[in-house]
């Protein structure tokens, strides 16, 4: 719920929107002239994008199955190679070596 000092702004607003709602706009006064009335309705242009859409659609489908063992393929490539890439980097026999000294007293 708004705030107190907000709802009489809300109120006006939601008023005037209201009111243009309501409003026809100024081509509704007009009626159209009888060369208008009387002409034949406009032609659609057949746009053939959309028709050849849909009719090639089965052949790509088959074409993204046969892609698909090569993807597969690529992708673990990709895993093997990001396996290779994240060995540790300190080597586990260096990394014990800088525990122990780190876990030593000072001083020695």
Known sequence: MPSRPLR????????????????????AAYSPSEAVRDAPPPELVPNARFG???ESGGGEAEDLEAGAEELAARAAALQARAGA???????????????????AEPGR
């Open 8 to 27: 009489p702004v809300l109120a006006t607003v939601l008023a005037l929107a209201a009111g243009a709602g309501g409003c026809a706009p100024p081509e």
């Open 52 to 54: 050849e859409a849909f």
């Open 85 to 103: 890439l994240s060995a540790p980097v300190i080597e586990p026999d260096e990394r014990a070596r800088l525990e122990a000294a780190a876990a």
